[in-house]
C-alpha cells in the first residue's frame, strides 16, 4: 500500500511538472516561468522609476497584473525606444510594453495584444506661447520622439522636426527654449508639466487618437491570446482602473478595443 502511494504521488508530480512544461511551451515564452518586457522606464506616467527605485507607472503595473494572471514572473527588459522592435524580432524578450501606437504599418511587422489604452497625440508649448492651434507649428522646430507617428505628425505639419531619444529630452529642451513645441502623448504630457509643476501647457486640439498596444513577435497566437484575456479580464473586474486612475484621474482602457491581427 505505502508503494503504491509513493508511486502514485510520482506520478502526480510527473504530471504537475509535464503540465508546467507544457503550459510554458504553449506560451511560447523564451525562458520558462518567465515573461520578458521590453520598457524604457523613463517615460511618465507610462513607465517610470519610484521613490524605492522599482519601475512603476500605467504600463508596468498593468503589465506586472497580466503575468500574476498568467502565473509567470515579470522580467523588465530596459531598452531605448529605436531599438524595441529590432530587439523583439531577434528575440531579446517576449513582448514590449511600451507606450506603442498601433498602426497599420507596425501590423504588419508585429501581432498587437488588443488595444490596452487609448490616447492622441497633443501639442506643448511653453505658456505664453505664440502657437495656439496645430496649424502654426508650420516653419517651425518641433520636438518628437524619434522614429514615432508623432515626429511624422511634425513633418506633415509643415514643421522642422527634432527627434529625441526619450520624450523627457524633448520636453526639457522646449523649457530651455531650444524648441518652438513638442507633440506628445496627451497622457503623457498631462503627467509631467502637472507632477513636475512645468511652465508649459497642452494645447487642446489633438493631432491624433491612438490606442497603444503591447507588441509581440509574430508566430505566437497563444501569448498573444492569453494576454488578451488576462487584460480582458482585469478591464472586466474593475482591477485596470484601480491600477491606471490614480496616475492619470481617470480610466484609459478603450471602449472598443482594436483587436490582434494574426
Known amino acids: ?35 520578458l518586457v521590453a520598457t524604457e522606464g523613463t517615460f511618465p506616467p507610462f513607465s517610470m522609476r519610484a521613490a524605492d527605485g522599482t519601475l512603476d507607472g500605467l504600463e508596468i503595473r498593468v503589465m506586472k497584473e497580466i ?29 514590449t510594453s511600451d507606450a506603442m501606437d498601433i498602426t497599420a504599418e507596425r501590423q504588419k511587422q508585429v501581432v498587437f495584444a488588443n488595444g490596452w489604452l487609448e490616447s492622441g497625440g497633443v501639442v506643448v508649448v ?16 518641433v520636438g518628437a520622439l524619434a522614429s514615432s507617428t508623432f515626429a511624422k505628425i511634425a513633418e506633415d505639419k509643415g514643421a522642422t522636426v527634432k527627434g529625441y531619444k526619450a520624450e523627457t529630452d524633448g520636453i526639457q529642451d522646449l523649457i530651455n527654449g531650444n524648441i518652438d513645441a513638442e507633440i506628445t502623448d496627451a ?21 491624433s ?14 501569448l498573444v491570446k492569453a494576454v488578451n484575456k488576462a487584460l480582458a479580464d482585469m478591464v472586466a473586474d474593475g482591477t485596470y482602473a484601480k491600477l491606471t486612475t490614480d ?16
Open 1 to 35: 500500500m505505502k508503494h503504491q502511494i509513493i508511486a502514485l504521488a510520482l506520478t502526480a508530480a510527473a504530471a504537475f511538472s509535464s503540465h508546467v512544461a507544457a503550459s510554458a511551451a504553449e506560451l511560447e515564452l523564451l525562458q520558462p516561468g518567465k515573461l
Open 67 to 95: 503575468c500574476q494572471r498568467l502565473d509567470l514572473e515579470y522580467t523588465p527588459v530596459i531598452i531605448k525606444w529605436e531599438s524595441l522592435l529590432i530587439g523583439l524580432q531577434a528575440d531579446q524578450y517576449d513582448i
Open 126 to 141: 511653453a505658456k505664453g506661447s505664440a502657437i495656439r492651434t496645430p496649424a502654426d507649428l508650420k516653419g517651425k522646430t
Open 187 to 207: 497622457i503623457g504630457a498631462g503627467y509631467m508639466i502637472k507632477s513636475a509643476n512645468m511652465p508649459l501647457e497642452v494645447l487642446p486640439d489633438f493631432v
Open 209 to 222: 487618437h491612438v490606442q497603444k498596444g503591447f507588441a509581440v513577435k509574430k508566430g505566437k497566437p497563444e
Open 247 to 262: 496616475l492619470v484621474g481617470f480610466n484609459p482602457a478603450p471602449k472598443d478595443p482594436i483587436k490582434s491581427i494574426q
